[in-house]
């Protein structure tokens, strides 16, 4: 009898902790030929304001070591077009829908939201205040602890569905904007969207993308991402499901054992579209190795230096 | 349907320079790829570069489930895949995009490569032979080195016009004007098909419009993932009907797109959408 890897945050069961991060695997139905989606425990989409998006100029994406650099800047088809043509398509998978919301205005978040509360079929909404690639809302709301506040409230009185903003990275002290978050009515937070960068072409002496600067992801950006995922963990009660540089079952464990109750995979998809099949193996073979029968044994149990060992939360 | 597989490599054939040849095993490409598609190919499951690499399928052979690569190093990702030993196997989905698309009966296909653009045309004559097409290839590039695999086009009876930049191959100067030159003598109806530097697929779309003959060329920018998730590799199209421009993913709508719809850099809008309007103000 295989180990159970399913866990549970506040409205939002899982079968297992993986999540495809948003914009990094479209809106599910691009993969579908190419993997079971029903493999993933869910998936978050692309970022959906209330109309379609343009997005940046190109080019858009740039490879650094370890890394990827983007500027797409949210390009979409808009929260209608995804509620009648895409979600339907969804329903045929067992995997958790989570709606990834923007807006450039409090009132759009909301407004999004009630669209996609509506819709039959989603599981949760996620809060991008983090897209570090627009020039209104984004970032420039997740970086603003009352802006944080205004819109996690907002979406909240707008959906009975599990809410949960997505951190920025960019910030002096994340565990401000956690607790704000938690106050507003957040159910579990996302940790962390991408790290702000700037690749130069030195040749031209020009930014290597076009929007100039842009969000760095993959590998490079991990050991950063678990430190402020625990950090985010520590101060809040609510969940923390952690992202960035997540390849592996080892990846996926660091943020576990560092406080996460699930996990995002991103930039990886990119890179190998069989990377769920592998870290689900991977993570039962962890398991089995340890003696353990359930993935929730190792939620939060980092032993910290000058720390008393920490104790799992279900052991 | 594309398939996402550690693909085997059977052989590799170092040309001149920087280019070699890679055969890999992979039954989906081999039995299902098309002239114009493309995979998503990397060596090695190193961190350091971790994206995949498209590169087009330049050959199939359905019975051995092998499809060859024409890869020229430029990178650390395309040296990678370049200096694979035979039985070390890449990371490869495919075949994906949209493919060149068959001329109609009587028609002859003139295909225009510039440097390893000339991959997607060998698979291309295959099939361009089997419908009862001809074909001819003008293949430019700066210099004689950059014209690799000639002998692929000798082998199946296409005739193909050189064409380098210091002359040192064929016709001196761009590969448009053996092109041009060939039209004016009388092509029986001609349909354009290019894929190479952005330069040349723009000199073509601009030539095709000029003469009025259809064109399709295959875009090459960056690509993050092949499947049209990550929005990395989009292009500026413009359909007839579209008052304005739309970001399209070169992966998935294309590589290969129709020349009239582009929006070439420094242009507001496509060829086709430009026409369009001039007929409706006729």
């Known amino acids: ?315 | 349907m594309p398939a996402n597989r550690d693909a085997p490599l059977v052989s590799r054939v170092p040309l001149e320079g920087p280019y070699t040849l890679l055969t890999f095993r992979h039954p989906e490409v081999a039995t299902e790829g098309r002239a114009g598609q493309y995979v998503m190919i990397k060596a090695g499951t190193s961190a350091d570069l971790p994206l995949r690499r498209p590169f087009s399928v330049m050959a199939v052979d359905p019975r051995a489930e092998t499809f060859t690569l024409f890869l020229k190093a430029v990178g650390a990702g395309s040296r990678a895949l370049a200096d694979l030993r035979s039985g070390e196997t890449a990371q490869c989905l495919g075949p994906l995009g949209r493919p060149f698309s068959a001329p109609p009966e009587g028609s002859e296909a003139l295909l225009v490569a510039g440097g390893y653009g000339i991959a997607p045309f060998a698979l291309f004559c295959d099939e361009l032979q089997r419908q009862g097409r001809a074909a001819r290839v003008f293949y430019g590039g700066r210099t004689a080195a950059d014209l690799q695999v000639r002998a692929a086009f000798a082998e199946r009876g296409v005739p193909l016009v050189p064409a380098t930049e210091d002359g040192s191959l064929g016709h001196r100067g761009r590969v448009t004007q053996p092109l041009e030159a060939y039209l004016d003598g009388g092509a029986t109806r001609p349909r354009l098909y290019a894929c190479g530097p952005d330069a040349m697929l723009h000199a073509v779309a601009r030539l095709a419009a000029r003469r009025g003959l259809p064109a399709e060329v295959s875009l090459d920018p960056w690509m993050g993932c092949g499947v049209g998730t990550c929005l990395g590799c989009v292009v500026k199209v413009q359909a007839p009907d579209e008052p304005r421009p739309r970001y399209r993913c070169a992966c998935t709508e294309g590589p290969v797109f129709d020349a009239e719809t582009v929006v070439w850099p420094g242009e507001e809008s496509s060829l086709a959408r430009r026409r369009g309007l001039e007929k409706a103000t006729a």
């Open chain 1, 1 to 315: 009898m295989s180990a159970s890897l399913a866990v549970e945050l506040p409205g939002l069961r899982l079968k297992n902790p993986l999540l495809a991060a948003s914009g990094t695997f479209g809106y599910g139905v691009e993969y579908a030929g190419i993997l079971d989606l029903s493999l993933l425990g869910g998936i978050v989409t692309k970022g959906l304001y209330l109309e379609p998006r343009d997005g940046c100029p190109t080019p858009r994406i740039a490879e650094t070591p370890s890394g990827l650099l983007n500027a797409i800047g949210l390009q979409g088809v808009g929260v209608r077009a995804f509620v009648k043509d895409v979600l339907p398509r969804l329903a045929a998978y067992d995997t958790a829908v989570v709606v990834n919301v923007c807006g450039d205005t409090v009132e759009e978040y909301a407004e999004v939201t009630r669209i996609v509360d509506d819709a039959p079929g989603v599981a949760a909404v996620e809060i991008n205040i983090s897209c570090p690639n627009v020039k209104t809302g984004g970032m420039a709301f997740g970086g603003d602890p009352q802006m944080t506040h205004a819109v996690v409230s907002a979406v909240r009185k707008a959906t009975r569905l599990a809410v949960i903003p997505k951190l920025s990275p960019n910030v002096a002290d994340i565990t401000v904007f956690a607790r704000v978050a938690q106050d507003a009515g957040a159910d579990a937070l996302s940790c962390i969207n991408t790290l702000l960068g700037l690749a130069v072409d030195v040749e031209t002496r020009r930014p290597r993308l076009a929007f100039g600067t842009g969000g760095l992801s993959g590998p490079a950006i991990r050991p950063v991402a678990v430190r402020m995922a625990w950090q985010a963990a520590r101060a809040v009660r609510i969940p923390v499901i952690g992202i960035g540089g997540i390849g592996s079952g080892a990846d996926a464990l660091e943020f576990m054992i560092a406080g996460c109750r699930a996990v995002q995979v991103g930039t990886a998809n990119f890179v190998d579209p069989g990377v769920y099949a592998r870290i689900l193996a991977e993570l039962h073979d962890y398991l089995d190795r340890h003696g353990l029968k359930d993935i929730n044994a190792v939620v939060g149990t980092l032993s910290f230096p000058g720390e008393a060992p920490a104790v799992g939360v279900h052991s």
